[in-house]
């Protein structure tokens, strides 16, 4: 599958180096046609600029498409041209030259995100993330509030990502299970049964680059 036009991609210059393992390169998809993808001018994540690629240079392209899966192929620069915004394109992949992990769910990352949550006509309250995937998450909070599986709640979900913008991404969620993790704390676990898709890839993209910095570390 390949991505959508607005799409978030991470792209590596190849081939990839010992000095260049850990660059990250973070675009946006602006356009698609018959023959090519045309991404916006992407930043490099570790020295807070601009990378300008030129044709002919080679890269590998990952992004997880809406489902969950990442995805990934390598292709060289064809173009650039300067609209709206500065763009270049890469040469569009054959179906079969994309790669995409077997294991088909949303990567899940260990967060301390500030969720506000409410249910019920009274109930309101904050609490912290234990950890964030694409499809669900789990937080802390007091055991006072009368929790069980099955209560539908409204969230709101603070993300922060690597440039510093900040985004909120709405949804609604099932309990799942409520398990004792302190004397007077609940661990309530969730997962999403109404959320927009562009809500969705916010955090999917946090979870992505999580697993970056991460994985770096």
């Known amino acids: 599958m390949l991505p959508k036009i607005n799409q978030t991609t991470f792209l590596q210059p190849l081939p990839i180096t010992s000095s260049e393992a850990d660059v990250t390169l973070r675009s946006r998809v602006a356009d698609l046609d018959n023959h090519a993808i045309w991404l916006e001018i992407p930043l490099n994540e570790k ?3 601009l990378h300008r690629p030129r044709i002919g240079e080679q890269y590998r392209i990952v992004y997880i498409t809406q489902d969950g899966v990442k995805h990934s192929f390598d292709s060289t620069v064809t173009g650039i041209k300067q609209d709206t915004v500065a763009m270049f394109s890469v040469r569009k992949p054959n179906p079969e030259d994309i790669s995409r992990e077997q294991r088909r769910s949303f990567l899940r990352v260990e967060a ?3 969720i506000a ?3 019920g006509d009274k109930f309101r309250f904050t609490a912290i993330t234990d950890d964030v995937g ?3 998450l789990s937080f802390r909070t007091d055991r006072k509030w009368p929790l069980v599986p099955g209560t539908v709640l409204s969230c709101w979900l603070l993300l922060s990502y690597r440039n510093g913008n900040i985004a ?4 609604e969620g099932e309990i799942v299970r409520v398990k004792p993790v302190e004397p007077d704390h609940h661990l309530i676990m969730v997962r999403f049964i109404e959320i927009q898709p562009a809500e969705q890839q916010k955090i999917i993209q946090y979870c992505f680059e999580r697993q970056l910095d991460m994985h770096k570390g």
């Open 47 to 49: 020295k807070r600029n």
């Open 112 to 114: 301390q995100l500030e």
């Open 117 to 119: 949550v409410r249910f």
């Open 134 to 136: 694409g499809g669900g």
């Open 168 to 171: 909120h991404a709405k949804f």
